[in-house]
């Protein structure tokens, strides 16, 4: 598939997909609700498809992507208003994607990619388990439920796609936190609870996107 093909696919049906996005976010009654949320999320929907397209050449891999795409702005949303990430949302959506990734492993007969998407879910939701069980003040468990979805989107994209989009979420939370300690000097601000899930999901789009060229930098 050719960029120019990918990104046109991909903005159109993530666009297309996150209509539902409304739908999923009505599904958790405590989340605030207005029409203004349709057109972000469209738009939202637009660019990620859009922007994954381009930069993935298989059509599998995007698959997967826009598979998550709709999940994924309605659990941003929800997150940033609630600090929730509901498993009515998130696992039915894993499941989804293990399906795909089935259907592809039968139709093409290439074991590597979803075997490869399978070891990110695992990989990915072992180091937020991990994080969680240490400091589970500081993280949720919806938060290693989205990172299991996440990994295997990752996973099936690629390696480098893989470590970047589980390590960018991090630098992504902790970089303008501490600027905006430094600006108002105030280390309360430090200390403060955020809501992590839409830095895992702006930060697994950053690794799918300069995930290779990142790591290719830091290798050569």
Do not use: K, N
Not at 112 to 127: E, F, K, N, Q
Not at 145 to 167: I, K, M, N, P, S
Request: proline residues 5%.
């Amino acid at each position: 598939m050719s960029s120019q093909l990918g990104a046109l696919v991909g903005a159109l049906v993530g666009g297309a997909l996150c209509l539902a996005v409304p739908w999923l976010v009505a599904r958790t009654s405590e989340v605030p609700r207005g029409r203004r949320l349709l057109p972000g999320a469209v738009l939202a929907g637009t660019v990620a498809g859009g922007s994954a397209g381009a930069e993935l050449d298989s059509g599998w891999a995007l698959a997967a992507v826009l598979v998550a795409t709709p999940a994924c702005v309605a659990l941003a949303f929800v997150d940033w208003h609630t600090r929730l990430l509901p498993s009515r949302i998130v696992l039915p959506t894993t499941g989804a994607l293990l399906v795909l990734l089935a259907v592809e492993w039968v139709v093409t007969g290439d074991h590597d990619a979803p075997l490869r998407a399978v070891i990110g879910l695992v990989v990915a939701r072992s180091i937020y388990w991990l994080l969680w069980f240490v400091h589970s003040a500081g993280m949720g468990f919806g938060d290693v439920r989205l990172a299991a979805l996440l990994g295997a989107v990752l996973g099936r994209a690629g390696w480098a796609e893989l470590v970047v989009g589980t390590y960018a979420p991090f630098l992504l939370f902790a970089v303008p936190g501490l600027l905006l300690a430094l600006v108002r000097r105030d280390r309360r601000l430090l200390r403060a609870a955020y809501p992590f899930g839409p830095f895992m999901v702006v930060g697994a789009l950053l690794g799918v996107l300069v995930g290779p060229a990142l790591v290719g930098l830091i290798t050569a």
